[in-house]
């Protein structure tokens, strides 16, 4: 049998990636039952004469979520909302309004977004039922400015907290604290409507209170866990002065926390799951295997440090003991503290670390990749490598090390090849990790 594993690699993984694309998801956990019945996972919900139908989307996937919501809909029920996804992830709606904003920092438009879904919450009434269509980067898309503070202080925080090496649960509850939007305040907003949110998780776990920073769900967080983060990461001189005084006077009483566990504006709000690592984990094995291979899934909630996980997955393949050729599969998020002035993103990082790793092993090949496309601040979605990575790179005297410290991976494989570049891929369920061994 003729294997060539760089394609195959890549095959399997946007097979996984299509698995959880809306286009799949929506169709199955949403469908019309009669003429006012929406069907959301199994349960009816009955919108009366007088109810409207809000739909209300963030995230990187939100904008194929409400292209296929709207599909759905069409001929039955006429929605009307607002829709935020990340600049160049826009598809053209038929009912809704789209917003592209930044990520992974926000922008103006992340803010003029938070401040258009505030509004639209605001009209809620009891009759209505609000869809909210909810994914991964829906935490910079729905930016909002503490009072006495600027644009420009939330996005030094968000750089800050992007290069600490601090993982999503941590930044988003630093983020909680400085919103009025995420941690719950959303579903104050829209109380006493029903509120029913399908989401596609982007976080180990799949911990409604992180993904999106939670703005439909109670928050467990405090400001002193907020503080205890900004302490831990060495962030608190660097914060810029309006925003410690914000968190200052949380931390006195000034400014209430989050909404809690208990709370009657949550007991509207339903929660759905339509995608998570774990289905495109499944879907990667099953394409593995109808390719010859012989699939074993290693974990769906892989964190820590991109250079530690390189590493043991490198040990995991260079120590192979079962039936050849094999598949090793790993989802979740690793994180990387940026001390370097290169350009990347964790997948890179990690992907770069692992060639190293595999110098001298021959038939393994390795792809790490964001299934949003998109990894850190590139066009790349993350790499491929494998035995001959730094072969080719010693070839152009590229050291590959260096680029490892400088955390410029995507300097590196610009040069030496491995770049994955799929584009915007409508969905997000964090990251995957592919090994071939043959």
């Not at 930044?171 to 941690?183: A, E, P, Q």
């Not at 060495?234 to 810029?240: G, K, M, N, V």
């Not at 998570?276 to 109808?290: E, F, G």
């Amino acid at each position: 049998m003729i294997i060539s594993a760089t394609g195959d690699i890549q095959t399997i993984f946007m097979h996984a990636v299509s698995a959880v694309h809306p286009v799949q998801l929506i169709r199955r956990h949403v469908q019309i039952k009669a003429p006012s019945t929406l069907v959301i996972s199994g349960d009816d919900y009955v919108l009366p004469p007088q109810g409207r139908l809000i739909v209300l989307g963030a995230g990187k996937a939100s904008a194929a979520m409400a292209q296929e919501l709207e599909k759905v809909l069409e001929g039955h029920m006429r929605p009307e909302g607002l829709i935020v996804t990340k600049h160049g992830h826009g598809l053209p709606l038929q009912q809704l309004t789209l917003l592209e904003a930044g990520h992974p920092v926000p922008d103006k438009y992340s803010l003029e977004a938070s401040r258009r879904f505030l509004e639209i919450a605001a009209t809620a009434e009891a009759h209505d039922l609000v869809i909210l269509l909810l994914s991964g980067g829906a935490s910079a898309l729905l930016a909002d400015v503490p009072e006495g503070s600027s644009l420009e202080d939330v996005q030094q925080l968000f750089t800050l907290l992007l290069n600490s090496g601090a993982g999503i649960h941590e930044m988003n509850i630093v983020r909680k604290h400085l919103s009025k939007i995420k941690g719950g305040w959303l579903a104050q907003n829209i109380y006493p409507a029903t509120l029913c949110a399908l989401v596609l998780s982007d976080v180990v776990g799949d911990d409604l209170s992180v993904i999106g920073s939670g703005p439909a769900v109670p928050d467990p967080s405090t400001f002193a866990d907020t503080m205890a983060i900004l302490e831990k990461y060495r962030l608190l001189a660097q914060l810029p002065p309006a925003l410690r005084r914000y968190l200052d006077n949380g931390m006195a009483g000034v400014i209430p926390d989050t909404p809690k566990a208990g709370s009657p504006f949550f007991k509207q709000v339903h929660h759905y799951f339509a995608g998570t690592n774990h289905i495109a984990l499944q879907a990667a094995a099953d394409k593995a295997r109808s390719l010859g291979y012989h699939p074993q899934v290693l974990a769906a909630d892989t964190t820590g440090d991109a250079h530690t996980v390189a590493a043991m997955l490198a040990a995991a393949a260079i120590n192979w003991q079962g039936p050849r050729p094999g598949c090793l599969l790993a989802g979740g998020e690793t994180t990387v503290q940026v001390t370097g002035k290169g350009k990347g993103g964790r997948n890179q990082q990690l992907a770069l670390a692992a060639a190293i790793a595999l110098a001298g092993h021959e038939g393994i090949t390795l792809l790490s990749a964001g299934t949003d496309g998109t990894d850190g601040p590139t066009n790349a979605a993350g790499a491929i490598v494998d035995n001959h990575t730094l072969e080719l790179a010693a070839a152009l005297q590229l050291d590959a090390q260096d680029f490892l410290q400088q955390q410029d991976a995507w300097t590196f494989f610009s040069k030496a090849g491995g770049l994955l570049i799929t584009g915007p891929t409508q969905t997000n369920v964090m990251d995957l990790m592919i090994v071939l061994i043959t």
